[in-house]
């Protein structure tokens, strides 16, 4: 058994590690694949708080993911047009600055994360996923009708968007954004799950009577736990479209979401290298095996079906064993 | 003005009704056993003080009625409950544990450690792990880690060995001494509830049958309605 730490050391030494022989031997496609492992990784990571944490299992991520996209393709298409995206009450253009784009998509998806959140949370397990599923339609079915940016067939932005003081066109400096972003998040995310609100909804997600007897409301953290978890999916959104610069429904729809759940169970669930862990094998299987047959998945389904009989602690658990005390 | 007033309140779990008029007041810092034999009721009206089960009747604390609010209302109000059989965070640590529930006031993690010494021995193991005297002395610091004004100890040494009663006693005392909390506590233990409590309130078949203060429960009341 190898200790949690030097395991989550190691994954992400292979985040610094691959990129940086990609870039010294020139292998731009390695990089993109490394940006859309960590893009991944950072969309599970923001599904772990909901779902690792707060014991919500959310069929309906992608409607954030899909948010985050469509904020970073509404706002590049009125910029490349030279459109303003409205003209009443008051003028909003749109940009091609990363930051801008970023904090839209943070903020919007938070938004609906609160609102599907709050109605949501009335209900609890089988119900609790099928809601979510539904939002989740709800939003791939209006994204497809939404013709005045590309309805099916999504939207295409040309230049990918800008960040002060770097040329985003670079792989590998589009990539150091995408990281950076990642192990933010990753450090947020562990002092989250240490601060006393992270104690009390592990604590809510076990026992909520119990946690209500101490004068905590298990519903609220709930939803303030889904709400920090549809943002950072939702960056993530954002960073996805701009890695592919277009945007289509498919990141509203419910194989989406199942995806971003499935970097999770293979990773480890609630510990918090395990999307990380996760989104990169799949990634790594997408590209290998998807290479060999079509019909990659099959091997995925095989995968995913071992390590939930066999592994319940994912990747992580396999190889470091149970959760430990932390002191 | 008591503390907390509850005025013949009745309650039923389903069909079958477990209170029919318990009637029960606390001062601001007093200390009042509830007593009555086993399945009388003593739980049950600390669930409906506590907001964990609806009833009829009337329930002030503090000034606040408590009538229909959630029990994480009624907690924040001031309400400091421990539970019968403990009940911690089990998957946390003693540490997390305080933590979690920790609001603004006199009592800090390092007070409870002051006050239960072995919480601080044991600050980073799991709480599932300890044994059930600590987990009852976690199960009270958490409690006071929530700066209540009126503590509830339902059951708080049951079923522990004797030393570790008398540890927990202590502490109840010096809580009593050196805080002036308000508490309210459900015990079997007649000799030690005598020496602590200043008021006590006896209730038999979900009705309150005898209520004053300690000295003047006689062994003739507590044999009849306790049994002892």
Redesign the interface.
């Given at each position: 058994m190898i200790g949690e730490r030097y395991l989550n050391a190691a994954i992400l030494a292979i985040f610094f590690v691959v990129p940086a022989w990609a870039y010294w031997a020139n292998e731009p496609f390695t990089i993109t694949l490394m940006t859309r492992a960590a893009i991944f990784a950072l969309a599970a990571v923001g599904l772990n708080i909901a779902l690792g944490l707060g014991g919500l299992v959310s069929l309906g991520h992608a409607v954030f993911f899909g948010i985050g996209g469509y904020a970073m393709g509404v706002l590049a298409f009125h910029a490349q047009t030279f459109t303003p995206l409205m003209e009443w009450p008051f003028v909003i253009e749109g940009t091609k600055s990363m930051p801008v784009i970023w904090l839209t998509a943070i903020v919007l998806s938070a938004l609906a994360a609160l609102v599907i959140g709050h109605l949501s949370l009335r209900t609890s397990g089988v119900y609790f996923i099928m809601i979510t599923l539904a939002f989740g339609q709800m939003f791939f079915f209006f994204s497809i009708s939404w013709s005045a940016y590309g309805g099916e067939d999504g939207l295409s932005i040309y230049v990918r968007n800008g960040f002060p003081g770097l040329n985003t066109l670079q792989p590998i400096q589009f990539y150091g954004l995408c990281l950076s972003i990642l192990c933010v998040v990753l450090w947020f995310t562990h002092r989250l799950a240490?601060s006393?609100f992270g104690?009390?909804l592990?604590?809510a997600r076990?026992?909520p009577?119990?946690?209500?007897?101490?004068?905590?409301?298990?519903t609220r953290l709930k939803l303030v736990a889904f709400v920090i978890s549809g943002a950072i999916t939702g960056l993530a959104g954002a960073l996805f479209a701009d890695l592919n610069r277009f945007v289509s429904p498919t990141m509203f729809s419910w194989q989406m979401s199942g995806e971003i759940m499935v970097f999770i169970i293979i990773g480890g669930v609630a510990r918090l290298f395990g999307p990380v862990a996760g989104a990169l094998v799949f990634v790594a299987l997408e590209h290998f095996l998807g290479g060999l047959s079509e019909y990659w998945l099959v091997y995925l389904g095989a995968l995913l079906l071992v390590i939930v009989l066999f592994g319940r602690g994912g990747v992580i658990g396999i190889v470091s064993g149970r959760e430990k005390?932390?002191? | 003005m008591s503390l907390l007033s509850v005025s013949n309140i009745e309650a039923t779990y389903g069909a079958s009704q477990a209170l029919f008029g318990v009637d029960l007041q606390i001062a601001e810092g007093e200390v009042v056993a509830l007593m009555g034999r086993n399945g009388m009721g003593k739980t049950t009206t600390v669930k409906c003080i506590c907001g964990m089960l609806p009833f009829a009747g009337s329930i002030t604390f503090g000034g606040h009625d408590l009538g229909r609010l959630p029990s994480h209302r009624a907690a924040r109000l001031g309400l400091g409950l421990v539970p019968e059989g403990r009940r911690c965070f089990a998957s946390l640590t003693v540490y997390e544990n305080l933590i979690a529930a920790a609001r603004p006031g006199y009592w800090s993690h390092q007070r409870v450690v002051e006050l239960f010494p072995r919480l601080g021995e044991r600050r980073n193991q799991i709480s599932a792990s300890l044994s059930g005297g600590e987990q009852q002395m976690l199960a009270i610091g958490r409690a006071l880690m929530t700066n209540p004004t009126l503590l509830i100890l339902d059951e708080a040494t049951e079923g522990l060995a004797p030393i570790i009663k008398q540890e927990i006693w202590a502490a109840i005392a010096r809580l009593k001494t050196e805080t002036g909390l308000s508490i309210l506590m459900i015990d079997k233990s007649l000799k030690e509830l005598r020496a602590i409590c200043d008021g006590a309130t006896i209730i038999e078949r979900g009705r309150t049958v005898w209520s004053g203060e300690m000295a003047a429960l006689t062994n003739d009341v507590t044999e009849r309605y306790v049994g002892v």
């Open positions: 240490r006393p104690l009390a592990n604590a076990q026992v009577q119990r946690v209500e007897t101490v004068g905590l409301d298990p005390a932390h002191g | -």
